[in-house]
């Protein structure tokens, strides 16, 4: 089996990186998606998946850049032919979401549109979404995988559940954050895991920049968090993701960061501090993920 890192950005349209995005595809050749940020459609086309092709998402949380390509990649699959519906699962939220968007939500014209073509009406449940909400514990299992999910720490649960996940496939054990500060439940969902996708999305003086600051969200993990989280919970693969733009060059990103992050800090260069910081505890295998990178397993 193999994962393609679709995206590996935050919340911000980065020319360098989609938001977030993984894709599980088992030797069978079955797909599983796991997140669905802005971008995640187009390089699952470059990366010689067809997005009919997928049959399951889950939605770590429904911050925008976890959930907004989720109507182009429905949208796709109906034109494309999708036989049955998508089944999405996620945190409560994930029916209201999916029941806003195509018939009678924000693309009801599309809709109304294309499903005037006889060869639409045929596949009518490929925007019809059978959403699965969620609870901590099993969240999903056919004859080829079991996904296990628990609440992690991002935002204030009563305005919306954020999961992470620990999937089981092919005898191995893969584990996803979404976006998370460290918290114990991800230690747990990644004991002893093949591969740990984490979340990466600030370095540290970035993360306290944002406490100060009050403009978004600062309950992430740093590099340092991340590499005890890697030994405690024993992984033997490690993958750094959901990098929040503080390596980019992008004088838009640059001039758009300014209350947002210590701008003067930013650029490539960071990437090598993340590792050494990673490197204080953690010593296992490590990758930084790029968009389309794919790993085998
Ligand atoms: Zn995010
Ligand atoms: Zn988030």
Redesign the pocket.
Known sequence: MHITMLGTG??FPDPDRA??GILLTLTNGRHYLFDC?AGITHNMVRANVNPAEVPFVFLT?L?H??CCDFPLFAITGWMWSRKGAPIVVGPKGTKHFCSHLFEGGAFDTDFRARSFYPARKTNLEAVRPDVRECSPGLAYEDEHVRITCDWVEHIPREVSECFGVRVEAEGKVLAFS??TAPCESMVKLAQDADYLMH?C?FPEAFIEHRKKSGVGIFAHTSPTELGIIAKRANVKNLVAT?FGHFESTNAVIKRASTAHVPVELMGPHLMDDVVRDIRKNYSGSLRLAHDLMRIDI
Request: charged residues 20%; proline residues 0%; negative net charge.
């Open positions: 935050a919340a938001q977030s940020g949380h911050h850049d976890h979404g976006d979340e999305t959901h």
